[in-house]
């Protein structure tokens, strides 16, 4: 009996340093989980760190476009004035001009009596073709 006894004391002897064996092997398995959950940790606090720096940086993008777009909108609006001025400019020049063609007539008599006669011309030429359409307009309806 009493090696059967000896013999049950090693196999429960061996059961339990197996399942002290298998228990060492859990607790090493999770510190070695707990490692990895705490480099996890540190790299979402990392990447979480890493897209606030890119946000930052995409809002002063959005500002520096913003601003671009207002130094455009200004430019093309100085662009528009000057055109405007030049036109203005233009304007002013045509009107001097034709104010100068105007005293240039005013002065020369002969140059009004001529085209006050191609004036007169002009309208006989309009009468006689009015009278030639309505006189067509008679052969038509008849």
Do not use: W
Not at 14 to 42: E, G, P, R
Not at 68 to 88: A, F, G, L, Q, T
């Amino acid at each position: 009996m009493l090696l059967t006894k000896d013999i049950k004391d090693l196999t429960l002897q061996s059961k339990l340093n197996h399942l002290s064996q298998n228990f060492n092997d859990i607790v090493t398995q999770m510190d070695v989980a707990d490692q990895d959950a705490k480099k996890v940790k540190q790299i979402c606090g990392e990447t979480q760190m890493k897209m606030k720096e890119l946000e930052m940086e995409l809002e002063e993008t959005v500002n520096d476009y913003n601003a671009v777009r207002n130094d455009v909108d200004k430019i093309r609006d100085e662009i528009e004035s000057m055109e405007k001025c030049d036109d203005v400019n233009n304007a002013s020049e045509q009107y001097k001009m034709d104010v100068s063609t105007l005293h240039d007539f005013d002065n020369n008599e002969e140059d009004e009596a001529d085209l006050l006669n191609k004036l007169m011309e002009l309208r006989k030429e309009n009468a006689k073709a009015l009278q030639e359409i309505l006189d067509l307009e008679k052969t038509m309806t008849i």
